[in-house]
């Protein structure tokens, strides 16, 4: 089974619509991620959280909120998706005390807004 | 300026090739680096970290120049399986963020 799973895999939405994007994790790590991935741009965080109800800006946070009610899960919501915020999303997760550093990824979740 | 830049590539190389990628970034402050790969349509997944010594796994070998903010990552006898996407990673600061370069195509041809 993955470690770090993403729902749904796949979704194409209007513009107006209100979207979530959910991340679920088995590894027990305490910090999670969110990135989107554009061609051309590379993946640029979103959010990100290092515990439950800590909720830290990335760089691209406009039109985005987030929620982290529990450690296996960090939630991503559109409030009114608009078709630029197509992209592939990324739930990433790590581990404080690894030392290492690496973020393990989610599959993706690819977003279309029409 | 990117804070993480790379050559997009693509890279297409024959099977037994050695091929080497290259990356900047811009911020002197940064801690730590990192070679990701990514498969098309996949997640990156972490393929090694670079220390300042240098470093080695099995074909690949990654080497760091902190006085020229470079890292660079080399591949000795190319695999068809070697073709993806390796994303250049640097970590800024003491929050565990990481900034990612938009990656190099490397395409391993028969």
């Known amino acids: 089974d993955a470690d770090v799973t993403q729902t749904p895999r796949n979704r194409i939405t209007k513009t107006g619509k209100r979207i979530m994007l959910e991340c679920s994790q088995t590894k027990g790590h305490d910090r999670m991620y969110w990135y989107r991935q554009d061609p051309g741009l590379g993946l640029q965080l979103i959010y990100y959280?290092?515990?439950?109800?800590?909720?830290n800006k990335g760089e691209i946070s406009d039109g985005y909120s987030v929620s982290r009610q529990a450690q296996a899960k960090f939630s991503l919501s559109l409030e009114s998706a608009i078709p630029n915020q197509t992209a592939l999303y990324f739930c990433?997760?790590?581990?404080?005390?690894?030392?290492?550093?690496?973020?393990?990824f989610g599959p993706g979740t690819r977003l279309t807004v029409l | 300026r990117k804070e993480v830049e790379q050559d997009p590539g693509p890279f297409n190389v024959p099977e037994g090739a050695t091929v080497a990628f290259n990356c900047t970034y811009s911020?002197?402050?940064?801690?730590?680096f990192f070679w990701y790969r990514q498969d098309c349509r996949k997640e990156p997944k972490l393929l090694m970290s670079v220390y300042s010594s240098g470093n080695e796994d099995g074909r690949f070998t990654a080497q760091l120049n902190r006085a020229s903010q470079y890292i660079s990552l080399l591949i000795r006898d190319s695999k068809l399986s070697d073709s993806a996407t390796y994303l250049c990673?640097?970590?800024?600061?003491?929050?565990?963020?990481?900034?990612f370069g938009t990656g190099t195509l490397l395409a391993v041809q028969p």
């Open positions: 990433a997760t790590s581990d404080l005390t690894s030392g290492t550093n690496e973020q393990f």
């Open positions: 959280s290092f515990d439950v109800k800590d909720i």
């Open positions: 990673v640097v970590k800024s600061g003491a929050t565990n963020k990481l900034i």
């Open positions: 911020n002197s402050a940064s801690q730590s």
